[in-house]
């Protein structure tokens, strides 16, 4: 009997071992919420960022991962910000970046993991994307996994225009028509085109390089001889041409009187609340009107960029430049590799995007279904459906330290400080150094 009381006193004690054991167990294996960082271009004011917020939310929701936002308004501050960050060891798990030449510093210096490698572990990374639509890297390879894609174009106030006795254009607007209303404009005392050659000159200079050239051989930079001069080839005349047609513009008071000084979220605010007429932007004004002037939406309309030469107004500027990275840093680390996958395949489904796409461009193999309309989003849509060509951005091409220089000096040729060709060998040159 005394055996057995032995016995079973062990028992006992073995049994409360184990039990205290198992009731610490949980809270000593159960893994504090993971912080992931990730910086975007959805910063304040972005027409998405409200998109944006809800989808992290879902994110955190599901996973218990904390997502640590760095993400701000998308401009060249936010870029070499991007840039240095990754030169001082401070990137972030994930980036959601462009994917052209901006990309590149950080590629080529192993600093972001290929969806090739990627899909070694995770077979089903990104396969939900069309791969043709997926940009290549200079060594071949597929590092960002698209998002939503964009198109540029012509935004009007009607308002405006009825006030200056003006009808809004059609698919058919020309230069000289354009040239005409911007006149009746300037002198019914209202500004004819917001625009800020002091921050985002951007879209005017894609614009009317296109309009002096033709849409095959947009994305053809121009090129220096031996001598590092010039070659005034068809891209370099086209070029030059554009910057010369902007400072007509500006000669002939069709910009706002402080637009070397403005910045662009002073401009768009021009054109929004009614005092300029005209806007060249991008698919992401459409969620930024939305949601900063609702009351005004019935004023606004897309139209297509006046087209000149062998242009068409129906062709226009458009593609998918941004995507999602991840970062060498975040992959090295298993718990953070694990977050990063799972953050990238919850921003890219069908489901979130179709909450980022209004009218924009996709590669989702099985498309996206926005929902409900409003009048801009379907004036948009319905400016698009007569786009005969599209094509990207030319500007995408050249480095950021060419791009700058060349924004820049948009400011000196309007002014007469330099001329058109010089503005383009500058920018050039700098662009074969890098």
Not at 214 to 237: F, K, M, N, S, V
Not at 310 to 319: K, S, V
Not at 371 to 399: P, R
Request: aromatic share 10%; proline share 4%; with cysteine.
């Amino acid at each position: 009997m005394k055996r057995r009381l032995i016995a079973l006193a062990l028992c006992a004690a073995a049994l409360l071992s184990l039990a205290a054991c198992g009731g610490e167990e949980p809270e000593a294996a159960a893994p504090a919420p993971l912080e992931l960082s990730v910086v975007t271009s959805y910063g304040r004011g972005d027409g998405n960022r409200t998109n944006y917020e809800a989808a992290v939310a879902s994110y955190e929701a599901k996973t218990g991962n904390r997502v640590i936002d760095g993400s701000a308004t998308s401009n060249e501050e936010w870029k070499n910000k991007v840039l240095s960050d990754f030169m001082t060891g401070s990137e972030p798990d994930v980036l959601f970046y462009f994917t052209d030449v901006d990309a590149e510093p950080f590629i080529s210096a192993g600093r972001v993991v290929s969806i090739e490698e990627i899909r070694e572990l995770y077979p089903d990374y990104a396969t939900n994307m069309k791969q043709a639509m997926m940009a290549v890297a200079s060594d071949g390879k597929h590092y960002a996994v698209p998002s939503t894609g964009y198109w540029e174009n012509l935004f009007v106030n009607r308002r405006v225009l009825d006030s200056c006795g003006l009808r809004v254009p059609g698919p058919d607007y020309s230069w000289d028509r354009f040239l005409a209303d911007c006149e009746v404009i300037r002198r019914a005392g209202y500004t004819p085109i917001a625009c800020s050659l002091y921050e985002i000159p951007h879209y005017w200079f894609e614009f009317a390089v296109l309009n002096n050239g033709t849409l095959p051989e947009h994305l053809t930079l121009p090129r220096l001889d031996a001598q590092g001069r010039l070659i005034r080839d068809a891209a370099a005349e086209s070029w030059i041409a554009g910057l010369e047609d902007i400072r007509a513009l500006y000669e002939a008071q069709y910009l706002p009187e402080n637009t070397l000084t403005a910045t662009d979220a002073e401009t768009v605010a021009l054109f929004a609340e009614g005092q300029a007429a005209f806007l060249v932007d991008g698919s992401w004004k459409v969620g930024y009107l939305t949601e900063y002037y609702p009351e005004h939406l019935d004023d606004y309309v897309v139209c297509c960029v006046p087209g000149k030469g062998e242009r068409r107004a129906t062709e226009a500027i458009g593609g998918i430049s941004m995507g999602y990275f991840i970062t060498r840093k975040a992959w090295n680390d298993p718990q953070k590799r694990e977050a990063a996958v799972s953050f990238v395949f919850h921003m890219t489904s069908e489901e979130v995007l179709s909450s980022f796409i209004t009218t924009e461009v996709t590669a989702l193999i099985d498309g996206a279904v926005p929902a409900g309309l409003n009048a801009l989003q379907q004036s948009a849509a319905e400016t698009n459906a007569h786009i005969t060509g599209i094509v990207g951005a030319v500007q995408d091409l050249i480095s950021g330290e060419a791009k700058g220089e060349l924004f820049a000096d948009i400011q000196r040729c309007v002014t007469g400080q330099m001329s058109a060709e010089e503005a383009v060998e500058a920018a050039i040159r700098l662009n074969e150094e890098a």
